[in-house]
């Protein structure tokens, strides 16, 4: 099915397919300061702003990541096991794992936080010594893509001594907590610092940011690494080399480069979204996942004169499985999306008769779901993301001599081939084409699009146009496609709940079709304007030496 027909958003009735976290969102700014340093009189910071002072604690956290730290590498990404030492406390700690989020146009710290009960195991003496301590099921299901199939295992101890401040409100609502921390690296080295941490909630202004860290900035704190504190202990705070790298493109690459940041690009983007997808909640992350896995086949194949043919032909079919099990989700987001659109037209009785449709819906996207997940967890999925992994950083080309043929002159050979295919289909469609005909259409015009989307950073505006004339084409034909699949799923499940179900599932089969008609008729306008000489001028004949 196609994408069109869902612009993000969440999913209503798709909770979160590991259940046990808490999550919230963590936004955060940190600070340095010398061992001399006092938080300064807050009081009077903003109008209405009221200080609390919070008891002081004591903090020992275990930190965990395989041994060449892949999760600190790759976000950030922190899993620690953490409790309160103070005495007469009887806190048996937590495990939090903060994932990273959207920017926000802000200079904080912004991550995902999630959150399950801890084990008191975890922080006996030795354990950085020992194995996983106890790590929860689904905190390493979540950084499952990132780790892959290194093992988890503790990589730091901290202990810090925290003073707290908490402003809040005249409506006693909490804006921001200020913990002062004195904070001692127990293992892998030994060493202690200052730092201030700002932990702001939603109800906080940006005016009340600026005027807070203003205040703390004349008492002597000064801006920090935004980055955990467990990078010092582990001595990155330098910065990090993420294990798959992006390569930027120019018109002076060669195509090692072209290949490299293709398959960079679809296994940065399989690994940042597979948090996502486990949690559920926002559909996008299914979506992009899904595009990766599909651009990526498709790029293989555009590129497969000058790469490994074996290790082609078992990556696109290693692919395979992932690509269809993201699509059958994807496909019934995509379908509940277009019902809901449909059904919001509706009143009274027909209104609830469609709803018993969506639930049906819903529950068989749960379902696709949980084969879904089973995927991700399976070992061939690790091996897969393993071996992209390798092959983003040194592509399997042919030969030497393919890696370093210029982009600019080799890259037009290769976006022709998807185009003469789509050609050479649209010519024997004849006047009245089926609809699995059309379809085929549409996913060759899918493949030139991405072909034409691979050359632009280095052919500029011509494989632009031609993208998105491909585009175009390739959104006409997923509406149809769309208005096939539904009606098609509309009909096979209007018996199965009633007779009133029934008769609503046929109004909406109607509109269905018209929508498939309108769609229909309007592919070859479509069609005439991609294939118009001007978008394909740039397009030739593949040199010898990559023939």
Do not use: C
Request: net charge positive; glycine share 8%; hydrophobic share 40%.
């Amino acid at each position: 099915m196609s994408t069109n027909a869902v612009d993000g958003g969440v999913l209503d009735g798709a909770p979160p397919v590991l259940g046990g976290p808490d999550v919230s969102t963590e936004a955060e700014d940190k600070l340095e300061a010398d061992p001399s340093f006092e938080i300064p009189d807050l009081s009077d910071v903003a109008p209405g702003v009221r200080v609390t002072v919070l008891r002081e604690v004591l903090l020992e956290a275990v930190y965990f990541d395989t041994a060449d730290l892949r999760l600190a590498r790759n976000g950030p990404i922190t899993l620690r096991y953490r409790r309160d030492r103070s005495p007469g406390s009887t806190d048996e700690g937590t495990w939090t794992l903060k994932l990273p989020e959207d920017a926000t146009g802000t200079e904080a710290l912004v991550r995902q936080e999630l959150t399950w009960p801890g084990s008191p195991d975890s922080l006996l003496p030795g354990a950085l010594r020992g194995a996983s301590g106890g790590v929860p099921p689904q905190a390493a299901a979540l950084v499952r893509a990132t780790t892959r199939r290194a093992p988890l295992q503790p990589v730091a101890r901290l202990t810090t001594q925290r003073r707290r401040l908490e402003l809040r409100d005249r409506q006693e609502r909490p804006l921001a907590e200020i913990d002062d921390d004195l904070v001692s690296i127990a293992e892998p080295t030994q060493e202690r610092f200052r730092q201030i941490e700002v932990e702001w909630t939603g109800e906080a202004s940006p005016k009340l940011r600026k005027a807070v860290l203003a205040r703390l900035d004349r008492a002597g704190a000064r801006p920090g690494p935004a980055t955990p504190k467990v990078f010092r202990a582990l001595g990155l705070d330098g910065g990090t080399k993420a294990d798959v790298e992006v390569p930027r493109l120019d018109r002076h690459s060669t195509m090692r480069d072209v290949v490299a940041a293709s398959i960079a690009g679809a296994t940065r983007t399989l690994i940042e979204r597979d948090p996502g997808v486990r949690l559920g909640g926002d559909i996008e992350h299914v979506h992009k996942a899904r595009v990766a896995t599909r651009r990526l086949r498709s790029d293989l194949r555009t590129f497969q004169p000058l790469l490994d043919a074996g290790w082609v032909r078992q990556m696109r079919v290693d692919l395979r499985l992932p690509a269809n099990a993201l699509g059958e989700v994807r496909d019934a987001d995509v379908l509940m999306a277009e019902l809901r659109a449909q059904i919001a037209s509706l009143e009274g009785p027909d209104a609830a008769e469609a709803a018993r449709l969506v639930a049906r819906l819903a529950s068989e996207r749960d379902e696709a779901n949980v084969r879904l997940i089973e995927v991700l967890d399976g070992e061939p999925y690790a091996l897969l993301l393993d071996r992209l992994v390798a092959a983003a950083a040194n592509p399997p080309m042919a030969d030497p001599a393919a890696g370093g043929l210029p982009a600019s002159s080799t890259l037009p050979g290769l976006v022709a081939r998807p185009w003469k295919r789509l050609r050479r289909w649209v010519a024997g469609l004849g006047t009245d084409p089926a609809d699995d005909a059309l379809h085929e259409v549409r996913k060759r015009a899918k493949q030139l699009r991405y072909a034409s989307e691979a050359a632009a950073p280095v052919r500029g505006g011509p494989a632009v146009k031609l993208a998105g004339a491909a585009e175009n084409l390739q959104e006409v034909l997923g509406e149809f496609h769309d208005a096939v699949v539904s009606a098609g799923w509309l009909r096979a499940h209007a018996g199965t709940e009633g007779v009133s179900t029934a008769l609503v599932a046929g109004r909406l089969v109607e509109r269905e079709e018209r929508r498939r008609a309108e769609q229909r008729s309007a592919w070859p306008k479509a069609w005439k304007r991609l294939k118009s000489k001007k978008h394909r001028g740039w397009l030739k004949s593949l040199p010898k030496a990559a023939a």
